[in-house]
């Protein structure tokens, strides 16, 4: 069957309302980037360190059990290499 004939037209059909979804969600994310490159740029212009400010939201993320093992394994490590 070659791309085109009748029987595969209903395939593209269904791939449509997908790649719509698809393209909106990307949009969506883009603006949402804009967003977050906003206000980090008004946090660095008002003194703050956006880096610490983008790992106090990526810990948020965690519950605190998992952030007290990574806390630890951290450490583990750290003392390993004697930079403790």
């Known amino acids: 069957m070659q791309y085109g004939e009748p029987l595969a037209r209903p395939c593209l059909c269904r791939l449509k309302p997908k790649r719509s979804a698809s393209h909106e969600y990307t949009l969506k994310r883009i ?35 998992e952030r007290i093992e990574e806390e630890t394994i951290l450490q583990t490590y750290m003392a390993a290499l004697g930079m403790e």
């Open 31 to 65: 603006c949402v980037n804009d967003d977050i490159k906003d206000v980090m740029g008004e946090a660095k212009g008002r003194g703050y360190d956006t880096k610490a400010i983008r790992t106090i939201i990526r810990l948020r993320k965690k519950d605190a059990n």
